[in-house]
């Protein structure tokens, strides 16, 4: 599928502002790419996707995390974590995408996790930093952008941590995972 079939098939499974979301997270996703020697097109496939079942049915997208045999912990944690990973398996079975750093993109977009691929980073930061977010705390993070993807993903990860700590929201074990990797990594590793 090229890239216009491809963005005409999602535009039909979101509302217009998550699709112009999407469209942030393609453009910015590409950029970094550039900056970090990621290849285009693989960013440009999973920020299309990134968010592909993002308003799929809950019942579904639980069915969907049991059947395939997903990690059951998700299902105890708030149904906003259930899109990425389920995205991925939408990603594969009806999209056709084979390549799995792709497909992990898509899976840990929201939670990071430890061990991440520059492609993951790259989709993770994009969905946070693209145009059209509003939080407060965005433009310092945009900032980082050019500072370096370890430096990037750091703030981003840390951003959606202190986010939820203060609205008393459980963390995701894989997001504090990916942000010990980070903080215990030393630099240029
Ligand atoms: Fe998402
Ligand atoms: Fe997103």
């Given at each position: 599928?090229?890239?216009?079939?491809?963005l005409?098939?999602?535009?039909?499974r979101?509302p217009?502002?998550?699709?112009?979301?999407t469209?942030?997270?393609?453009e910015?996703?590409?950029?970094?790419a550039?900056?970090?020697e990621?290849?285009?097109?693989?960013?440009?496939?999973?920020?299309?996707?990134?968010?592909?079942?993002?308003?799929?049915?809950?019942d579904?997208?639980?069915?969907t995390?049991?059947?395939?045999?997903?990690?059951?912990t998700?299902l105890?944690f708030h149904h906003?974590l259930?899109?990425?990973?389920?995205?991925a398996f939408v990603a594969?079975?009806?999209?056709?995408?084979?390549?799995?750093?792709?497909?992990?993109?898509i899976c840990?977009?929201t939670?990071?996790?430890?061990?991440m691929s520059?492609?993951?980073?790259?989709?993770?930061c994009?969905?946070?930093i693209?145009?059209?977010?509003k939080?407060?705390g965005?433009?310092?993070?945009?900032?980082?952008?050019e500072q370096?993807l370890?430096l990037l993903?750091?703030?981003c990860?840390?951003?959606s941590?202190q986010?939820?700590i203060k609205?008393?929201?459980?963390?995701y074990p894989?997001?504090?995972?990916?942000?010990n990797?980070?903080?215990?990594?030393?630099e240029n590793?």
């Amino acid at each position: 599928m090229n890239k216009d079939d491809l963005l005409n098939a999602i535009r039909t499974r979101m509302p217009e502002k998550r699709f112009v979301h999407t469209i942030g997270v393609m453009e910015t996703a590409i950029q970094l790419a550039k900056v970090y020697e990621v290849d285009e097109k693989e960013a440009e496939l999973a920020a299309i996707l990134h968010d592909v079942v993002k308003f799929a049915d809950r019942d579904w997208m639980k069915q969907t995390i049991i059947e395939q045999q997903m990690e059951p912990t998700l299902l105890t944690f708030h149904h906003e974590l259930w899109h990425a990973p389920v995205g991925a398996f939408v990603a594969q079975q009806e999209f056709g995408v084979t390549n799995q750093d792709v497909l992990n993109a898509i899976c840990y977009h929201t939670t990071g996790r430890k061990f991440m691929s520059k492609l993951e980073k790259i989709i993770y930061c994009a969905d946070m930093i693209e145009p059209n977010r509003k939080f407060s705390g965005v433009d310092e993070l945009r900032q980082q952008a050019e500072q370096g993807l370890e430096l990037l993903m750091k703030a981003c990860v840390k951003h959606s941590i202190q986010f939820l700590i203060k609205k008393n929201q459980p963390v995701y074990p894989d997001s504090i995972h990916c942000y010990n990797d980070l903080v215990t990594r030393k630099e240029n590793d």
